[in-house]
């Protein structure tokens, strides 16, 4: 790259900037509306949530029209939000007609949205009280599967160097991914598809951008503890699901617990969560071969379980119709008032 000493014309910005189609549609509270434009898909640079990393963010699928867990994405966005202070000037309500609008407007049936809202442009200070008002920022941009070969022959993993979120509880979704890119660059170094975090105690937390379960070999589906992880929606989804996978003797109960490394070793499964693959199977972990070093029946279960749920289950379904639009329950334990009340201390 040269560092090159000249003014750039604005037809040259709009010729290098409307390559690539991934994205669709984007909205800015700071702009006043959605665009097509990719010339206009930018955040302003005083805005903190550039400079200083403050604020939070989410992302819901939309598949065949429909988005999937929208209500859970719009819950925890407000949690994440309320969490470090930000108050954002727009309700629950708000926010789900504008995805809805918003989809509609793109004209796609396949995409990820992603939301962030900022502490506020205003100042290129680290004090948020400088910053205006909070600003929302949409993307409806191109949604990339996860490659195959995950769900036929499953994933490497390995354990992070890098600790996670060392001030800011792992439940809080900011902008300051660091940790979790440094955990993603652990894995690459290592030749492994992904990294999983660890506890200053040596049990294994969550991976960089998806949350980690655990089948003994007793059959327990084991999670970590709540407090030390983000609360995923796809795993929440799947302590939904999991009943029925007891009932039909798959896995033999579940457990919140601390789950040391050993016995990720001697794991049966090891399950990775998220939005963009639902449920994918890690096959070796550090090096170590878990069960027969293939995706085991529980992985199988689950991938079945969410593939009929994201085709086909009205209850976690939003459809792409201005009908969908209701209140989103947010409920008392998600307005976190212990982490505000800690913040404000
Ligand atoms: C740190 C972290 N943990 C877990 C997850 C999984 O959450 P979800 O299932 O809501 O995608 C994500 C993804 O957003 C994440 O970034």
Redesign the pocket.
């Known amino acids: 790259m040269s560092l090159d000493f000249r003014e750039v014309k604005l037809s040259e910005a709009q010729e290098r900037l409307q390559g690539g189609d991934d994205f669709f549609l984007y909205y800015s509270s700071f702009l006043g509306g959605y665009t097509r434009d990719r010339l206009l898909m930018s955040v302003p640079i005083d805005d903190h949530i550039v400079h200083r990393g403050d604020g939070v963010f989410d992302?819901a699928l939309c598949v065949n029209g429909n988005y999937y867990l929208l209500d859970q994405?719009i819950e925890?966005f407000f949690f994440s939000a309320n969490a470090i202070g930000i108050e954002p000037p727009f309700s629950t309500d708000d926010l789900k007609r504008l995805l809805i609008q918003l989809g509609i407007a793109a004209g796609r049936k396949d995409f990820i949205a992603r939301f962030f809202v900022s502490r506020g442009h205003g100042s290129m200070s680290v004090y948020p009280h400088e910053a205006i008002s909070p600003n929302l920022y949409v993307l409806i941009g191109k949604f990339s599967p996860a490659p195959e070969r995950y769900f036929k022959t499953g994933l490497t993993a390995v354990t992070s160097p890098t600790k996670m979120h060392p001030p800011i509880s792992?439940q809080v979704?900011s902008v300051d991914y660091l940790s979790?890119a440094l955990m993603e660059l652990s894995a690459k170094g290592n030749g492994a598809d992904a990294a999983i975090g660890v506890d200053n105690s040596g049990n294994i937390t969550?991976?960089?951008?998806?949350?980690v379960a655990v089948v003994g070999k007793d059959g327990i589906l084991r999670i970590p503890p709540p407090e030390k992880?983000?609360r995923?929606?796809?795993?929440a989804r799947a302590m939904e699901m999991s009943p029925e996978l007891v009932k039909k003797k798959v896995i033999s109960g579940v457990r919140t617990e601390n789950i040391p490394l050993p016995d990720a070793y001697n794991a049966a499964e090891i399950l990775f969560?998220?939005?963009?693959f639902f449920c994918a199977p890690v096959v070796k972990y550090d090096g170590r071969t878990i069960g027969d070093g293939k995706p085991g029946k529980v992985w199988k279960a689950f991938h079945d379980l969410f593939n009929k749920d994201v085709k086909s289950n009205k209850k976690v379904l939003t459809p792409l119709e201005v009908t969908s639009i209701r209140q989103v329950p947010i409920s008392k334990q998600n307005q976190n008032p212990n982490l505000i009340a800690k913040l404000k201390r």
């Open positions: 992302n994405h925890r792992p979704k979790n969550e991976g960089s951008n998806k949350n992880i983000l995923g929606t796809t795993l969560f998220s939005t963009s």
